[in-house]
């Protein structure tokens, strides 16, 4: 969480509220978006010297606006280089199909449509998402972050579109033989 905080600092200095409400309209279903784990992130990268914040007054309201400093920059560069890692993302969903055979047959179909109808509305939401990503706090090398946004975008939607096939053809299997 840290690192997507800091990353979306690059882009532009941010209240909590407002990097809880991007994680929510852009990349839920990446991470968490709740006020909690922002604001904990915040919290950590302020106290380790990644971020700083200043507070304005806006009618009755403090605002904090937090803005990524030197080191904070120094750390995204250092994470954001390194090679990304197989393997890392482990879909624990997976064990209730892996025992599946212990579930009734009309629990087991009723689980995968469901789920079907779950990676669905992920796919709807992430092409959604691919329409509005371009509507962005103001921020510099746009045609850049754009891109590799962009990739993450189209990955989501096809994983989303391989997974929905995938257990189709479950289903489809499992209505003529149980």
Not at 36 to 41: C, E, I
Not at 75 to 103: I, Y
């Amino acid at each position: 969480m840290e690192y997507l905080v800091l990353g979306l600092l690059i882009l532009s200095p941010m209240t909590g509220y407002e990097v809880q409400q991007f994680i929510r309209k852009n990349l839920a279903l990446i991470c968490s978006h709740s006020a909690g784990s922002v604001q904990t992130a915040l919290s950590k990268l302020e106290k380790s010297g990644k971020v700083a914040s200043s507070e304005t007054i806006a009618g009755k309201r403090r605002k904090k606006t937090f803005s990524i400093t030197e080191e904070g920059r120094a750390a995204f560069s250092a994470w954001v280089a390194q090679p990304m890692r197989a393997g890392r993302g482990k879909n624990m969903e997976l064990s209730r199909l892996f025992f599946a055979g212990l579930a009734r047959p009309e629990e087991r179909l009723a689980a995968i449509r469901d789920y079907i109808r779950q990676m669905e509305d992920a796919r709807i939401t992430l092409c959604a998402i691919r329409d509005r990503f371009q509507q962005l706090p103001p921020g510099s090398d746009w045609p850049q972050i754009l891109r590799f946004q962009g990739y993450t975008i189209e990955y989501g939607i096809a994983a989303a579109a391989f997974e929905i096939g995938w257990y189709k053809q479950l289903l489809s299997e499992l209505e003529e033989q149980p």
